[in-house]
């Protein structure tokens, strides 16, 4: 028996490879098939079933290409309508690769087709179990993605009787192996491990310790964010099926010359810049918005950016098709192309290029006190409220775009976040705004916590 954990930090995903005398399985895909291919290969396996545990909505899923290639069947639970041949397991139903057996457990709550799989070892004991969005390290699914086909409460319930009937009856010893770790924007309190056991989770995660049906439908519907609305057009790709990825490289993969990437711009095209911050801050294009590869970056696209919109690229030499990739893993194809030698290209030309003032956190003391000046804070409001700068306002990134008018024109701003990957990002929609009186935070709030500033914790947030 073989299992590994395949993790992609920029997603927050796990997708995971099994393996028994010859025969593989793949369950919940990234989009690129080759990793899964090439890891069969390897080990000289046929991957035999491609397992999906629901209708993703934050990535688009390489099943469907991965079962072309590979000959392999996808696999859903009960309720998985789709527009292409899959077999909808029945709850219950069992599968084999080689000498393991993998049980499918219908567990709707996330979603209506949720489905988790239960595998049992070659002397047929429960091993592990694939949860999918079903159960996290710490949470669970959030119940909220079913656009008013059933509201939140109602999911909730249904998510109840599936922990409480399917996975909380398991032996502690099981491994949970989920689909998401920290970061992910399919739960709200995830822990950071990325794998647990049921028992452990019985002791821990507050879905798992409820035994009350209504004090458990308050605790796992209360304080959810919005969910990007990405989401909602990932599930329909999952569900309907979607252009070939070698296909789509091909296509987006396109060097534009200066005059092709600004008329693209002029028709409507979103700039995306996914150089490193330290980098956008010293020159970019007017216009551009920073989401760089070195975080997560798929997260932030799927967030920041309407999912319709045309992109244009500008990239650091030789990371043009990695950020394509990256862009279709969550859906995003309608790339026109990326500016051929980049920022340098434009440098060369003697364009106008803007530029982000940044400071280190040591020099906020200087100005910390000043009515002037106003800490703005772009974390998440539970970060926020662990502990931030005292009078600190809060505004998260993802409401940058809808708040920034809340900023007063006669103020200057001190922007962070928690590192310096968000602000860059904050900083970049307010130039494009055309708000100039701010500075940036080197290192963010992991910086500022080794001053002396004032501190404080678990206050409301402020607007």
């Not at 252009?243 to 700039?271: M, P, R, S, Y």
């Amino acid at each position: 028996m073989y299992i590994e954990q395949l993790y992609t930090n920029c997603l927050a995903e796990a997708a995971y490879y099994i393996e028994s005398n010859g025969e593989a399985a793949v369950i919940d895909p990234l989009r690129e098939t080759e990793p899964y291919i090439e890891k069969a290969k390897s080990r000289n396996a046929k991957i035999k079933y491609v397992f999906e545990t629901h209708f993703h909505a934050d990535f688009v899923s390489g099943h469907i290409d991965l079962a072309r290639k590979t000959g392999s069947q996808i696999i859903y639970g009960p309720e998985a309508n789709t527009s292409y041949d899959v077999i909808n397991a029945t709850d219950g139903e069992e599968f084999f690769v080689g000498k393991l057996k993998i049980k499918a457990l219908h567990t709707p709550g996330h979603t209506l087709e949720s489905t988790c799989y239960l595998l049992f070892d070659e002397n047929g004991k429960e091993h592990c179990i694939f949860t999918g969005d079903t159960l996290f390290v710490g949470d669970v699914g959030r119940p909220d993605l079913l656009d008013g086909i059933m509201t939140k409460e109602e999911l909730a319930s249904k998510m109840f009787d599936s922990l409480n009937n399917k996975i909380k009856t398991l032996p502690d010893e099981v491994i949970v192996y989920p689909a998401h770790g920290p970061g992910s924007a399919c739960g709200k309190s995830m822990g950071k491990e990325t794998f647990s056991t049921i028992g452990i989770q019985k002791k821990t995660n507050y879905a798992l310790i409820h035994t009350e049906r209504e004090a458990f439908i308050k605790e796992v519907t209360d304080g959810l964010n919005k969910p990007p609305q990405y989401f909602f057009e990932d599930t329909k790709i999952n569900k309907n099926g979607y252009d070939a990825i070698d296909d789509v490289i091909i296509k987006n993969k396109t060097a534009l010359t200066l005059d092709q990437f600004e008329h693209a711009v002029i028709d409507g095209a979103i700039i995306l810049d996914t150089r490193i911050a330290d980098e956008f801050e010293t020159g970019f294009i007017p216009g551009s918005l920073n989401i760089g590869l070195n975080g997560m970056f798929a997260v932030w696209v799927g967030t920041l950016i309407d999912i319709n919109k045309p992109l244009v690229l500008i990239c650091a030499d030789g990371k043009e098709e990695e950020t394509i990739l990256r862009l279709a893993r969550v859906g995003y194809e309608n790339v026109a192309g990326y500016l051929k030698g980049g920022i340098e290209t434009y440098k060369a030309l003697n364009k106008e290029l803007q530029t982000v003032n940044s400071i280190n956190a040591e020099l906020i003391e200087k100005f910390y006190g000043n009515d002037d000046y106003i800490v703005l804070d772009v974390r998440k409001p539970s970060e926020y409220e662990t502990e931030h700068i005292k009078g600190a306002i809060n505004i998260q990134l993802s409401e940058i775009k809808e708040r920034y008018n809340e900023l007063q024109p006669g103020k200057k701003y001190i922007l962070h976040c928690a590192a310096g990957y968000r602000s860059m990002m904050a900083a970049s929609i307010l130039k494009d705004h055309n708000i100039e009186n701010f500075v940036n935070v080197y290192g963010g709030y992991g910086a500022i916590k080794k001053t002396e500033l004032p501190k404080e914790a678990n206050l409301p947030e402020l607007a």
